[in-house]
T-cell receptor, first 111, second 114 residues
Framework: GQQLNQSPQSMFIQEGEDVSMNCTSS?????WLWYKQDPGEGPVLLIA?????ELTSNGRLTAQFGITRKDSFLNISASIPSDVGIYFC???????????FGTGTRLTIIP | DGGITQSPKYLFRKEGQNVTLSCEQN?????MYWYRQDPGQGLRLIYY???????QKGDIAEGYSVSREKKESFPLTVTSAQKNPTAFYLC?????????????FGPGTRLTVT
């Protein structure tokens, strides 16, 4: 099955820095989702996007549904230690219950 | 509290044995899903079910079986036919229709087969 391309694969940042990551697909999606996974735990839904061009925030997190419907972006402002983890994007089409997941971006905060 | 329960958290089995992973949800969700996660990879869909007594194969169903006899429960059996069963297994659930049918995940079961 298809997997979405996430970039970068890993990030090493200092506390307080802003973070940007993206997810690209060769096909169009009608819904984009962003999840965060802590080590050894299940992913937690952060943000859901339903319309091309949509910009949605959840606290310090902001995600955008790309205009082409083939990409999505996630920004984290003023990172804190609990932001550490793996961030996954996922896409879904109308009439399809299956999600296609990205390969993940691992975020590490350097002391 | 409403949520998804997976048990046990860690499971160890000998090669050649079948093993069943439990997934229970009390969110009143119609749809349930099983994913497999390998180190450094994303989630791959094994099976999903949108209604009781019905389920469909996902992308990597070979060597796995499921049942959906109750709305709340969707157990996954890893059979001896699965060539590389050691992995982290995640169960998810969602409502079946509408914009808010996002998938919510359980805490996962780490299966090790030696």
């Amino acid at each position: 099955g298809q997997q979405l391309n996430q970039s970068p694969q890993s990030m090493f940042i200092q506390e307080g820095e802003d973070v940007s990551m993206n997810c690209t697909s060769s096909s169009i999606f009608n819904t984009w989702l962003w999840y965060k996974q802590d080590p050894g735990e299940g992913p937690v839904l952060l943000i859901a996007l339903y319309k091309a061009g949509e910009l949605t925030s959840n606290g310090r997190l902001t995600a955008q549904f790309g205009i082409t419907r083939k990409d999505s972006f996630l920004n984290i402002s003023a990172s804190i230690p609990s932001d550490v983890g793996i961030y996954f994007c996922a896409g879904r089409n109308f009439g399809n219950e299956k999600l296609t997941f990205g390969t993940g971006t691992r975020l590490t905060i350097i002391p | 509290d409403g949520g998804i329960t997976q048990s046990p958290k860690y499971l160890f089995r000998k090669e050649g044995q079948n093993v069943t992973l439990s997934c229970e949800q009390n969110l009143n969700h119609d749809a349930m899903y099983w994913y497999r996660q390998d180190p450094g990879q994303g989630l791959r869909l094994i099976y999903y079910s949108q209604i009781v007594n019905d389920f469909q194969k996902g992308d990597i169903a070979e060597g796995y079986s499921v049942s959906r006899e109750k709305k709340e429960s969707f157990p996954l059996t890893v059979t001896s036919a699965q060539k590389n069963p050691t992995a982290f297994y995640l169960c998810a659930s969602s409502i079946s229709r509408g914009r808010g049918r996002e998938q919510y995940f359980g805490p996962g079961t780490r299966l090790t087969v030696t």
